[in-house]
């Protein structure tokens, strides 16, 4: 169609959409298309506003590689990635659920560990952390032979993926439960840690003067098939930044209890999974920082 108003534009695109063959594909793009439209009206956004949008959106490229994901790390700093999360797990919000956000720093084919194991891979001072964890069904049954993938920041604060002072895949790796849905590793105590504001997320963060960190936090991931996979974080509740993660991540249920003994502090911690799609995520990143970057 020929345009005359400004109106006519957004009519226009989304007469296109009826060409696409896939329809959640179309409900999805036409959805995008509306608010999109309705939001530059909204805020009558500027010519120049919109070219200091689209630098924005080409800088989350550009600053992405193989070791860090800018779209996910901005994703959580607008508290997208939570919202997805609890509207597709603990019936929509209705139940506590143990699921969380990925987050940026997953990395897939971390290191198959014995029940017990150490997950510390090259020297990281720190106190000692013993966490025991059990994955359950719905009515608290034991789910035997669940795979968990554990990964966390060192107690400086930093992600072996960002960190080539750490051994590749320091304070990663894979455990499998036993018979009674437990498992168990040793590590060090992690903690909360700033995220990296020289990206997009960093000009989000500095405009409206946030903080950002996040609390120290465990990171899982927990598959078995027949069950639906979840990502799970698991919170200290000493951290100063608990109320006020710059991801969002932080939930009710994902508060977990460290006991300190001595300069020792164990961790007890349950997941419940639910029937469904035993889906792999996409991994956010796939290797390590080059030394010098
Ligand atoms: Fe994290």
Known sequence: MIIETQEDV????????HRTPDPRTREILA????????????????EREFQEAVALVNAIGQRTSPSHNEAMLLAGAL???NLVCLMNNGGNGARPTQANNLGPFWRK??????????????????????????VKDPAGRP???AEVDVWHSSPVGLYENQDPSQADMNLRGKFTTGPDGGFSFRSVKPAGYPVPVDGPTGVLLRAQRRHNFRPAHIHFLVHKP???????????????????????GVTRALIGNFVKAGERYSLEFSFVLEPGESRLPNPPISGKASPGR
Do not use: N
Not at 31 to 46: K, M
């Open 226 to 248: 027949g069950f639906k996979t979840i990502a799970s974080q698991v919170y200290d509740p000493g951290d100063p930044h608990l109320e006020t993660d710059s991801q969002f």
């Open 79 to 81: 508290g997208l990635s």
């Open 109 to 134: 084919d971390s290191p198959r560990c014995e029940d017990g194991a150490s997950i510390v891979r090259s020297p990281t001072p720190g106190p000692e952390l013993r966490f025991t964890g059990w």
């Open 10 to 17: 957004t009519a226009a695109v989304l007469q296109e959409m």
């Open 31 to 46: 959805a995008l298309v509306r608010h999109l439209h309705a939001f530059a009206r909204e805020v009558r956004l500027t």
């Open 143 to 145: 789910i035997a032979g």
